[in-house]
């Protein structure tokens, strides 16, 4: 069975403070995907970025960071010097042998 | 590019009307995912279709709920008749193959109320 667990509900920063957004995932598959989306009040979900289990090199994307770490079985993700308009709620995301498997979200506010 | 649309963006119906929800994916895409999102469960798939073939149903919550891929650039997720407890918003997500887990690219959503 695949799971991901993102324990962090709501986080509140305000603007400008850097915030970490946690995700642990479980999965007997050698080979699976990880994924970051972003639903903005809005409401479209939006990809933000993919990983793959044989590369845990650590990502950087202007603002947006993500750590892959097998050993932990995690892959969080950090936004540098919030802004309000990276208030959304954020799902991790799982692939393996199976269609992709969601974590409840955590919903970020960032206050200016 | 268009991105996945979808088709109503909003639907308020009574208890026991037929819903149509429509999905046009991004072309060249041959997968295409129906999932909904509620507040107590999340985002749930429902059925997923690969080169029009539906592959797993098993998230389709009851015999009410039926859905269709007729060509490559169409489908449709039909609930009928509807429930109020069927109230929640509806995403159809495409991508290009399932098998290598191309990143699914989502549509805007239908929110459905069912009263």
């Known amino acids: 069975a695949q799971k991901v667990t993102q324990a962090q509900t709501e986080i509140s920063v305000v603007e400008k403070e850097d915030v970490t957004l946690d995700c642990v995932y479980e999965t007997r598959d050698t080979t699976y995907y990880l994924f970051w989306y972003k639903q903005p009040p809005s409401g479209e979900l939006v990809f933000l970025i993919r990983?793959?289990?044989?590369?845990?090199q650590n990502e950087i994307s202007g603002r947006y960071s993500w750590n892959f770490q097998k050993s932990t079985s995690s892959f969080n993700f950090t936004i540098t010097a919030s802004q309000v308009v990276d208030s959304a709620v954020y799902f991790c995301a799982l692939k393996g042998n199976t269609p992709l498997v969601f974590g409840k979200g955590t919903r970020l506010s960032v206050i200016a | 590019d268009a991105g996945v649309i979808q088709s109503p963006r909003h639907e308020v119906t009574e208890m026991g009307q037929e819903v149509t929800l429509r999905c046009k994916p991004i072309s060249g895409h041959n997968s295409l995912f129906w999932y909904r999102q509620t507040m107590m469960r999340g985002l749930e798939l429902l059925i997923y279709f690969n080169n029009n073939v539906p592959i797993d149903d098993s998230g389709m919550p009851e015999d009410r709920f039926s859905a269709k891929m007729p060509n490559a650039s169409f489908s449709t997720l039909k609930i009928q008749p509807s429930e109020p407890r069927d109230s929640a918003v509806y995403f159809c997500?495409?991508?290009?193959?399932?098998?290598?887990?191309?990143?699914?690219?989502f549509g805007p959503g239908t929110r459905l109320t069912v009263t």
């Open positions: 997500a495409s991508s290009y193959k399932i098998e290598t887990s191309y990143e699914q690219y």
């Open positions: 990983r793959n289990s044989f590369d845990e």
